[in-house]
């Protein structure tokens, strides 16, 4: 059960960040496939609502992701509990914070991020049509509306959506519909294209 609960959170996160890295300013698939094909890299700043029925308001987090091309990623999240998800040159490993300090943790189901992670490719240049586990349609209004394909999957996401910014290659929000009453919402802020990275920040927390 904590493997599955690992697994999931992991594919919701990397789900939202390939959204992140793959859409840009454009009114068709193949206009976002090119301005997918433009990014290198990207840095930007979000904060996190997760909203559910049961909750008097939302459960709010802060945080930066890291992005550099063809597969390095680190998504950290710096409020209220600081942890790390860092992937590069085919490993994952995350991090999370004990007793003041950012300890590796061993529990993370790896074996499942690494498939996740392979998934990765596609949706960075923008085929967002072609993943086999969506169905997806652009909207007016510059939206992305993604639905399930598979009946299990839909247990856990029933939708997402994806608005895009007036600036090419960026999004303003990503939402994941998880239930009638449960939904989280990604707002993105001060994001950065194409600028040359240390590979350090993807093998190292600090």
Not at 4 to 18: Q, R
Not at 122 to 135: E, I, M, S, V, Y
Not at 150 to 164: D, G, K, M, P, W
Not at 186 to 201: M, P, S, T
Request: glycine residues 6%; positive net charge.
């Amino acid at each position: 059960m904590r493997e599955k609960k690992n697994f999931d959170c992991l594919f919701t996160t990397i789900l939202l960040l390939t959204a992140i890295l793959c859409i840009g300013w454009a009114d068709s698939w193949e206009g976002l496939k090119t301005a997918a094909g433009t990014v290198t890299s990207v840095q930007a700043g979000f904060t996190q609502e997760k909203h559910m029925k049961i909750l008097a308001r939302p459960l709010v987090s802060e945080g930066i992701f890291i992005f550099q091309g063809p597969d390095s990623l680190r998504w950290e999240y710096t409020h209220p509990i600081h942890s790390i998800l860092l992937l590069h040159n085919g490993k994952t490993r995350r991090f999370v914070q004990k007793n003041g300090s950012l300890v590796e943790d061993a529990s993370a189901n790896l074996q499942s991020m690494q498939m996740v992670v392979q998934e990765i490719t596609q949706w960075l240049n923008g085929r967002f049509d072609d993943n086999p586990a969506f169905a997806a349609r652009l909207e007016p209004g510059r939206k992305i509306v993604m639905t399930p394909r598979e009946e299990s999957f839909a247990r856990l996401i029933q939708r997402i959506e994806i608005f895009l910014s007036d600036r090419p290659a960026v999004i303003k929000s990503v939402t994941i519909f998880e239930g009638q009453d449960s939904f989280t919402r990604l707002d993105f802020k001060d994001v950065i294209l194409n600028q040359k990275l240390d590979d350090a920040l993807f093998r190292k927390v600090k």
